[in-house]
Nanobody, 122 residues
Framework: VQLQASGGGLVQPEGSLRLSCAAS????????IGWFRQAPGKEREGVSF????????SYADSVKDRFTITRDDAKSTVYLQMNSLKPEDTAVYYC????????????????WGQGTQVTVSS
């Protein structure tokens, strides 16, 4: 499975973006998917996760109530809707997949996508 992240860009504070993570060479329906981000000079952090059955989602405290993760298995795509963006959300965002939801939350992924840059600035 290959993952392709897209949807990043430059947005003003309080703006919105929707990131997409699309799979090729396979389907995503049996995988938990996570979004991670890494800002310059900082460690990678987990942002949001969704289980393969959609029954479980989780968010970093810093993005709760602003970001929403969803999946469309018919399109083999997972989305991250980001609202009320803040300058501190600026980072390269990566999607990742794993058969194990809890392992993914610990950063143990089977597949990683390339990053997409999100810049929040006025």
């Amino acid at each position: 499975v290959q993952l392709q992240a897209s949807g990043g860009g430059l947005v003003q504070p309080e703006g919105s973006l929707r990131l997409s993570c699309a799979a090729s060479g396979g389907t995503l329906d049996s995988y938990a998917i996570g979004w991670f981000r890494q800002a310059p000079g900082k460690e990678r952090e987990g942002v949001s996760f969704i289980s393969s059955t959609e029954s479980t989602t989780s968010y970093a405290d810093s993005v709760k109530d602003r970001f929403t993760i969803t999946r469309d298995d018919a399109k083999s795509t997972v989305y991250l809707q980001m609202n009320s963006l803040k300058p501190e959300d600026t980072a390269v965002y990566y999607c990742a997949a794993s058969k194990l939801y809890w392992g993914l939350r610990d950063g143990r992924a089977m597949y990683w996508g390339q990053g997409t840059q999100v810049t929040v600035s006025s």
